[in-house]
């Protein structure tokens, strides 16, 4: 009988060389979506190296932010990145499945992921942004529960902004049978 394949997710800084291929992957393609969808080509070399550079994710780290990394079977295969942005908020960014990884449950684990790291740094309420082109982000956030919401930014490449409340359920109120 051969062993089952499972998903494991981590903290990990955001400078490990598993987060940082991670980080490049993500950054590339949806640059190169953006690019290909607006101007037809992919992103500039040098433009990539820039913003890769540039956005190192270090407001990731605790103790305002976490960064997770997801494995399948050993392999880094995703990420997701939460930061406090006020006391009781925090924002959800960098949710990445590489392609090849894609169909195999990784992205609703990670979120359910951030969203215990957010709790954990004491947000109640998760936001994020998106784009219009990134249909599928936008279909896993409102299948996971986070509704559409008004900006909260003034983001350039933001065109959809979610929310979702992460305060406990109330408990059921039990009866005296």
């Not at 954990?120 to 919401?149: K, N």
């Amino acid at each position: 009988m051969t062993g089952m394949t499972t998903w494991t997710i981590t903290p990990e800084p955001y400078d490990s060389p598993a987060a940082a291929a991670l980080w490049r992957a993500y950054y590339t393609e949806v640059s190169d979506r953006w690019y290909l969808l607006h101007q037809g080509h992919r992103t500039d070399p040098d433009e990539l190296e820039r913003e890769i550079a540039a956005c190192t994710g270090s407001e990731l780290s605790p103790p305002d932010g976490q960064l997770l990394v997801a494995r399948y079977g050993g392999e880094p295969a995703g990420s997701a990145g939460v930061r406090l942005i006020a006391p009781d908020t925090a924002e959800l960014t960098r949710v990445f499945v590489p392609e090849r990884m894609r169909g195999r449950g990784g992205a609703a684990l990670l979120v359910a992921a951030a969203e215990e790291a957010a709790r954990a740094l004491g947000a109640r309420l998760l936001i994020l942004d998106t784009r219009d082109d990134l249909v599928e982000a936008r279909a896993l956030y409102a299948r996971l529960g986070f509704t559409e919401t008004a900006p909260h930014n003034n983001s350039q490449y933001a065109e959809h902004w979610f929310r979702k409340d992460l305060s406990p359920a109330p408990e059921a109120v039990s009866r005296p049978s």
